[in-house]
């Protein structure tokens, strides 16, 4: 079966702009995550989804973040005026267990935002 | 507030020799599950053990290893005869009953295996 898909791979954009990131998990995985990877560092958390809602989205690091997942599959992550500091890898995991942290979180092969 | 330390950023062996991973984690919580990912050049995370603070049973799976000592707040993960496949960036990572399903990452350790 697929993993999990991320699109675009790569996106360049310019300091102010918005942006969307799309992921689209593992069929039937209700739990859905988002972390940010910056160059040389570990992945770090943004949100958490238990089907169409946000579970945990204490991880995000201001309101210019925003992500949803209205159908409880496919999710959106959405950057208003982005700046040069959200330059990162962006990924995407799922589970398919209500918890997560029982069963392995499934990840994606990122997409590498840049701003110019 | 719940910490993982890599200490070891980059790592360089040759080929067949065995090498250990250091992972130290703090948490508050008695329960939380510890996970070791793998991270080679494509840039996707591959899954490789996770373990429950209840289990401090050590693991082998082929040439992995890991011991986990609740005592020393230590999950080292050890390959045994290193291949040049193994090359890679090593994350550990936390999670606590208390945060839910978020996972808290160290910053990697980058193996390179030379032949």
């Known amino acids: 079966g697929a993993g999990v898909s991320q699109t675009p791979s790569n996106k360049v954009t310019e300091k102010g702009k918005y942006v969307e990131l799309r992921c689209d998990p593992i069929s039937g995985h209700t739990a859905l995550y988002w972390y940010r990877q910056s160059l040389g560092q570990g992945p770090e958390f943004l949100i958490y989804?238990?089907?169409?809602?946000?579970?945990?989205d204490s991880g995000l690091p201001n309101d210019r973040f925003f992500a949803v997942r209205p159908e409880g599959s496919v999710s959106t992550l959405k950057i208003q005026r982005t700046e040069r500091g959200d330059s990162a890898v962006y990924l995407c995991?799922?589970?398919?267990?209500?918890?997560?942290?029982?069963?392995?979180?499934?990840f994606g092969p990122g997409t590498r935002l840049t701003v110019l | 507030a719940q910490k993982v330390t890599q200490a070891q950023t980059e790592i360089s062996v040759v080929e067949k020799e065995d090498v250990t991973l250091d992972c130290v984690y703090e948490t508050r919580d008695t329960t939380y599950y510890l996970f070791w990912y793998k991270q080679p050049p494509s840039g996707e995370l591959v899954f490789l053990i996770r373990?429950?603070?209840?289990?401090?049973q050590n693991e082998i799976s082929g040439r992995y290893s890991w011991n986990f000592q609740k005592s020393t707040s230590s999950f080292n993960f050890t390959i045994t005869a290193s291949q040049v496949v193994d090359s890679a960036v090593y994350f550990c990572?936390?999670?606590?009953?208390?945060?839910?399903?978020?996972?808290?990452f160290g910053e990697g350790t980058q193996l390179t295996v030379n032949p």
């Open positions: 990572a936390l999670s606590e009953e208390t945060s839910g399903s978020r996972l808290t």
């Open positions: 373990r429950n603070s209840f289990d401090e």
């Open positions: 995991a799922s589970s398919s267990n209500r918890e997560g942290r029982l069963n392995e979180q499934f």
């Open positions: 989804f238990q089907g169409t809602g946000a579970a945990d």
